[in-house]
Nanobody
Framework: QVQLQESGPGLVKPSQTLSLTCTVS????????KYWIRQPPGKGLEWIGYIDYSGSTAYTPSLKSRTSISRDTSKNQFTLQLSSVTPEDTAVYYC??????WGKGTLVTVSS
């Protein structure tokens, strides 16, 4: 059974870096693509980016300059870093494996 769990601060101040970790169980971190997706309040899902089996990454163009996705194979975890955040980055952030299995999501609020 594949399980994913997001973790990280629920409140980030503007201009700081948002950092989230996804802990994966039931499947290797190097199997398939591992995604970060978010959903701002009252809006639809937005794909942020992914890291694939080889460690290559891809990001949505609108966030590319501020986004970094990496992984720790020893811990079977992958991480999201989003820099220079603004209140518009407030959202529920999800991690997913192959877009088939998702974490429950974690709310991150950007506010001073």
């Amino acid at each position: 059974q594949v399980q994913l769990q997001e973790s990280g601060p629920g409140l980030v101040k503007p201009s700081q870096t948002l950092s989230l970790t996804c802990t994966v169980s039931g499947v290797s971190i190097t199997a398939d693509h591992k995604y970060w997706i978010r959903q701002p309040p009252g809006k639809g899902l937005e794909w942020i980016g992914y890291i694939d089996y080889s460690g290559s990454t891809a990001y949505t163009p609108s966030l590319k300059s501020r986004t970094s996705i990496s992984r720790d194979t020893s811990k079977n975890q992958f991480t999201l870093q989003l820099s220079s955040v603004t209140p518009e980055d407030t959202a529920v952030y999800y991690c997913a494996s192959s877009l088939l299995d998702w974490g429950k999501g974690t709310l991150v609020t950007v506010s001073s």
